[in-house]
């Protein structure tokens, strides 16, 4: 018997959760905006993040 090929690739849903590009980019977003902060808090508090959060 010959196997043929299908003719019609399936549409399939990007995954919600896991490792995926939409993910993957939300959460490089939210490293850069957590990165500014802190350097937005040393800058105008004169002192590191540690500091400011009294663990040093």
């Not at 018997?1 to 980019?25: C, H, I, Q, S």
């Amino acid at each position: 018997m010959a196997k043929t090929e299908p003719t019609v690739t399936p549409k399939l849903e990007d995954p919600k959760f896991g490792f995926n590009k939409y993910a993957e980019r939300l959460n490089g977003r939210a490293a850069m905006i957590g990165f500014i902060l802190a350097l937005g808090i040393e800058y105008f508090t004169g002192q590191g993040v540690m500091s400011w959060l009294g663990l040093q």
